[in-house]
C-alpha cells in the first residue's frame, strides 16, 4: 500500500503524507498523552536492534489543519503482503494514533478506514488516551501500574507499604547509594548484571533481550535525554540498575536488573524510591511502572510503591499467517530464546 496512494484521497477528509521525522516529533510533544515508545526514536531503537522489523509508520493531515501519527512496525514474511505482520508497538508497547490536536470522531473513524488495509496487525492501547476502533478486531485486556506524582513526595512516600519504606531505609544503612550514570559508559556492565538475573530466573525469565538492543539504547541516549540509566551502587560495584525512558509528563520504568548475591541489601526499593523522587521533583506526573504479565508477586511489589492498576487493551486482527507468525514467536518466549522484538 503505497504511502500517498490516490484511492485513499478520493473523498475522504485526509491524505496520507510522506513519513517525515521532525512531523512525527512534534505531533508526539504536543500530545500530553503520548509516550515515549510513539516517538520516532523507539521506532528506531527496535529496526536497528532488530532488522527484520521495518518501520511501516504512517502519517495523516486532515482537512482541518490537525495530523495523526500512527507508529507502526512490519515484518515481512516471502515478501508478500498477505504474510506482513504489523505492531503498534514493538515489543508490545503501547501504540496506536497520535493527533497533533484533540480529535473528533470524524478523525478516529478515518483512523479505522486507514487500518482495515493491514490484515495482520496487533495494536497495543495507550491506557492514557481513550481509543476504540472498528469491530474487526478481537480485544484481550490487561494492565499496567501508575503512580501519580501530582502531590507532595511525602503525601507519595506516605502510600509506599510499610515494608518498602523499611526496605528504603535497611537499604541506606547498609551504605547503598543511587545515581544517574552516563548510559554509553555503563550500559556493558548494566548487561552483564541482566545476564546474571536471567540465570537466576530460569525457565521464568521467558523471553530475553540481546546485547545489541541494550547497545542500540545506549548509542541513541548519548544525545537524546529522555533515556536515563539509574544505578544503584555497594562499595563501588554497580548493583543493580533501571532503564527510565522519558516524554512529555510521563516517565516509563523499561527494565530493571539486579545481581543475585546483592538482593538481600535490598538495592531495587531505594533505587525505585529515588527514581520516583527524582521525576516528582522534575515536575512530571505519572511513573509507569509497566505491564506485569501473570506475575502476581511483581503486581503486588509495584502497588508496594502505591501505584494503581490502569487498563490496556490490545487489538488484534490475524489471518491464518499471522496465527502461524504468532506460534513460531510464542514458542521462542517458551523456550527463552533471545528476543527479536
Same mark, same amino acid.
Given at each position: 500500500?503505497?504511502?500517498?496512494?490516490?484511492?485513499?484521497?478520493?473523498?475522504?477528509?485526509?491524505?496520507?503524507?510522506?513519513?517525515?521525522?521532525?512531523?512525527?516529533?512534534?505531533?508526539?510533544?504536543?500530545?500530553?498523552?503520548?509516550?515515549?515508545?510513539?516517538?520516532?526514536?523507539?521506532?528506531?531503537?527496535?529496526?536497528?536492534?532488530?532488522?527484520?522489523?521495518?518501520?511501516?509508520?504512517?502519517?495523516?493531515?486532515?482537512?482541518?489543519?490537525?495530523?495523526?501519527?500512527?507508529?507502526?512496525? %512490519?515484518?515481512?514474511?516471502?515478501?508478500?503482503?498477505?504474510?506482513?505482520?504489523?505492531?503498534?508497538?514493538?515489543?508490545?508497547?503501547?501504540? &496506536?494514533?497520535?493527533?497533533?490536536?484533540?480529535?473528533?470522531?470524524?478523525?478516529?473513524?478515518?483512523?479505522?478506514?486507514?487500518?482495515?488495509?493491514?490484515?495482520?496487525?496487533?495494536?497495543?492501547?495507550?491506557?492514557?488516551?481513550?481509543?476504540?476502533?472498528?469491530?474487526?478486531?478481537?480485544?484481550?485486556?490487561?494492565?499496567?501500574?501508575?503512580?501519580?506524582?501530582?502531590?507532595?513526595?511525602?503525601?507519595?512516600?506516605?502510600?509506599?507499604?510499610?515494608?518498602?519504606?523499611?526496605?528504603?531505609?535497611?537499604?541506606?544503612?547498609?551504605?547503598?547509594?543511587?545515581?544517574?550514570?552516563?548510559?554509553?559508559? /555503563?550500559?556493558?556492565? /548494566? /548487561? %552483564?548484571?541482566?545476564?546474571?538475573?536471567?540465570?537466576?530466573?530460569?525457565?521464568?525469565?521467558?523471553?530475553?533481550?540481546?546485547?545489541?538492543?541494550?547497545?542500540?539504547?545506549?548509542?541513541?541516549?548519548?544525545?537524546?535525554?529522555?533515556?536515563?540509566?539509574?544505578?544503584?551502587?555497594?562499595?563501588?560495584?554497580?548493583?543493580? &540498575?533501571?532503564? %527510565?525512558?522519558?516524554?512529555?509528563?510521563?516517565?516509563?520504568?523499561?527494565?530493571?536488573?539486579?545481581?543475585?548475591?546483592?538482593?538481600?541489601?535490598?538495592?531495587?526499593?531505594?533505587?525505585?524510591?529515588?527514581?520516583?523522587?527524582?521525576?516528582? %521533583?522534575?515536575?512530571?506526573?505519572?511513573?509507569?511502572?509497566?505491564?506485569?504479565?501473570?506475575?502476581?508477586?511483581?503486581?503486588?511489589?509495584?502497588?508496594?510503591?502505591?501505584?494503581?492498576?490502569?487498563?490496556?487493551?490490545?487489538?488484534?486482527?490475524?489471518?491464518?499467517?499471522?496465527?502461524?507468525?504468532?506460534?513460531?514467536?510464542?514458542?521462542?518466549?517458551?523456550?527463552?530464546?533471545?528476543?527479536?522484538?
Amino acid at each position: 500500500m503505497g504511502r500517498n496512494d490516490p484511492h485513499l484521497e478520493i473523498n475522504m477528509k485526509y491524505r496520507l503524507i510522506d513519513l517525515d521525522k521532525d512531523l512525527w516529533q512534534a505531533i508526539v510533544d504536543k500530545n500530553s498523552s503520548a509516550t515515549f515508545y510513539h516517538t520516532p526514536t523507539w521506532a528506531e531503537i527496535i529496526t536497528h536492534s532488530f532488522p527484520r522489523w521495518k518501520n511501516s509508520t504512517f502519517l495523516m493531515e486532515f482537512e482541518d489543519n490537525n495530523y495523526a501519527v500512527f507508529p507502526l512496525l %512490519c515484518r515481512s514474511f516471502f515478501n508478500r503482503e498477505s504474510f506482513n505482520w504489523y505492531e503498534s508497538m514493538v515489543p508490545g508497547a503501547y501504540g &496506536g494514533p497520535v493527533f497533533m490536536q484533540e480529535p473528533e470522531k470524524q478523525h478516529l473513524q478515518n483512523v479505522d478506514i486507514e487500518l482495515q488495509h493491514y490484515k495482520n496487525l496487533q495494536i497495543v492501547g495507550n491506557p492514557f488516551f481513550e481509543w476504540n476502533p472498528d469491530s474487526s478486531f478481537t480485544k484481550i485486556e490487561t494492565f499496567s501500574h501508575v503512580l501519580k506524582l501530582t502531590t507532595d513526595f511525602n503525601e507519595i512516600q506516605k502510600h509506599f507499604a510499610k515494608s518498602r519504606r523499611e526496605a528504603i531505609r535497611y537499604s541506606q544503612r547498609q551504605g547503598v547509594t543511587v545515581n544517574q550514570v552516563e548510559f554509553k559508559k /555503563y550500559y556493558q556492565e /548494566y /548487561y %552483564c548484571i541482566y545476564q546474571d538475573q536471567i540465570k537466576r530466573w530460569g525457565t521464568r525469565a521467558g523471553s530475553q533481550y540481546p546485547f545489541r538492543l541494550f547497545e542500540e539504547i545506549a548509542c541513541q541516549a548519548t544525545y537524546n535525554s529522555n533515556i536515563k540509566l539509574w544505578a544503584a551502587w555497594l562499595n563501588g560495584v554497580m548493583i543493580s &540498575g533501571v532503564i %527510565c525512558f522519558y516524554h512529555n509528563n510521563h516517565i516509563t520504568l523499561w527494565h530493571n536488573a539486579t545481581l543475585t548475591n546483592s538482593l538481600k541489601s535490598r538495592p531495587v526499593d531505594l533505587l525505585i524510591s529515588t527514581v520516583i523522587e527524582a521525576a516528582w %521533583c522534575d515536575g512530571l506526573e505519572k511513573f509507569d511502572f509497566g505491564k506485569s504479565g501473570d506475575h502476581t508477586g511483581v503486581v503486588q511489589y509495584k502497588e508496594h510503591f502505591g501505584a494503581k492498576k490502569i487498563p490496556i487493551t490490545v487489538y488484534k486482527r490475524r489471518n491464518f499467517a499471522g496465527k502461524i507468525y504468532r506460534g513460531i514467536r510464542f514458542m521462542r518466549n517458551f523456550l527463552g530464546v533471545n528476543s527479536e522484538g
